[in-house]
């Protein structure tokens, strides 16, 4: 970040503070000083699996809690099969989609969220705004509550 975004320690740990406590009210562990940019590709893969096991959310909470509070490498197809076996997944079928199973349902999502201005992940899309960030899972709950309302329009990239 010092070099990045040309902030000064100092600023940089009140960001990080920010963060923890945010992420603490909402009951979650973040601890950004620890995590590093990985290849997600493979556990995009792994989270469309789930989608069709219907254990989107319990994956999403595994991998999320792995990246954010220990710094697991999401681009491990060991680390992929052991969040997804403790989300309720069977791990055979996650080693052989982590072989070539819905690479090209990914790409197809990758180049819908460039079209759309997604930059980061998670992001989610309201009506014709876009917002990017890192939210807690009743966070998501709320914006989706929001959907079934009829107030909002959402789309998620995991």
Known sequence: MTDDWEMPPTEIEGVFDRIHTTGA???????????????T??????ARLAQHAGLVEPLLDHLFDAYHARSADLSDHVVLREQAEAAGMD??????VTGDGYADRVRDD????GQVGVR???????????????TSR???????????AGRA?????A
């Open 25 to 39: 009210s909402y009951g979650a562990v973040l601890r950004p000083e620890i995590v590093r940019p990985v290849n």
């Open 41 to 46: 590709f493979d556990m995009h893969r792994v």
């Open 91 to 96: 791990g055979e079928q996650v080693t052989a």
């Open 110 to 113: 990758e180049q819908l969220a």
């Open 120 to 134: 980061s992940v998670p992001s989610f899309r309201f009506a014709l705004r876009r917002a990017a960030c890192s």
């Open 138 to 148: 009743s966070m998501s709950n709320r914006l989706c509550d929001r959907r079934s």
């Open 153 to 157: 329009s959402i789309a998620r990239w």
